[in-house]
């Protein structure tokens, strides 16, 4: 319950913010367009919420469906954190390499255009 309601509580007051002041939501800490911080508002509020408050219904009823949907909300939220932070620790390294000109693409495109040997 508190997963759905605080995800919606936060994605709504960003929503509300931006629509009544023009200020849009802060920089994601992954650095991502705006485009991809939009949907994932969307994607939460459309699936995460209601599911983790149906998941939740259920438990508090004790029904057995409450206990299957709430293990796979458990799941992929876990699965959907340990992501975040994989990416966290891994998108600034390849940003850093992608501004040194360091990655793989470049070093091969610069191999190839050097001398060409006899």
Aim: hydrophobic fraction near 50%; avoid cysteine; glycine fraction near 8%.
């Amino acid at each position: 319950m508190f997963l759905g309601l605080g995800l919606a509580a936060m994605w709504v007051f960003y929503s509300l913010r931006f629509a009544f002041t023009g200020e849009p939501a802060g920089e994601s800490q992954l650095v991502l367009p705006a485009a991809s911080v939009h949907l994932g508002y969307v994607l939460d509020l459309a699936f995460v919420v209601p599911v983790s408050i149906l998941a939740a219904a259920l438990l508090w009823q004790r029904a057995p469906w409450g206990y299957v949907l709430a293990t796979v909300v458990l799941t992929f939220g876990t699965v959907y954190q340990l992501d975040y932070m994989a990416t966290l620790v891994f998108r600034p390294r390849q940003a850093y390499r992608a501004r040194r000109g360091s990655t793989l693409g470049s070093w091969s495109s610069s191999r190839r255009s050097g001398p060409a040997r006899r």
